[in-house]
């Protein structure tokens, strides 16, 4: 329930992105994924998705260590 009040988003500007991969490995959640379309710069970029999660587990706390790690400032972080 207190899960569902704090909920929180985040949004990946794919174009940003280099393919570190530094987001993924450091969400605590497993939220962020490596998505199998290339980006202009030839990057298969990170991105997020909750919908193949189960949403009741794996919501974004919105602790925002995926946009602080991130070194091309490509994560916003959304709290709700
Ligand atoms: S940390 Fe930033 S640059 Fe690295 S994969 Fe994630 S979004 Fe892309
Ligand atoms: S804000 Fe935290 S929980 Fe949400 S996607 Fe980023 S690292 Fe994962």
Redesign the pocket.
């Given at each position: 329930m207190a899960d569902k009040l704090t909920k929180a988003s985040i949004r990946?500007n794919t174009e940003l992105?280099?393919?570190?991969?530094?987001?993924?490995a450091t969400c605590p959640e497993n939220l962020i994924f490596v998505s199998g379309k290339l980006n202009s710069k030839g990057y298969y970029?990170?991105n997020y998705s909750e919908e193949e999660l189960d949403i009741e587990k794996h919501a974004c706390k919105g602790c925002a260590l995926?946009a602080i790690?991130?070194?091309?400032l490509?994560?916003e972080v959304y709290r709700g």
């Amino acid at each position: 329930m207190a899960d569902k009040l704090t909920k929180a988003s985040i949004r990946i500007n794919t174009e940003l992105c280099k393919g570190c991969y530094l987001c993924k490995a450091t969400c605590p959640e497993n939220l962020i994924f490596v998505s199998g379309k290339l980006n202009s710069k030839g990057y298969y970029p990170a991105n997020y998705s909750e919908e193949e999660l189960d949403i009741e587990k794996h919501a974004c706390k919105g602790c925002a260590l995926c946009a602080i790690v991130c070194p091309d400032l490509a994560i916003e972080v959304y709290r709700g």
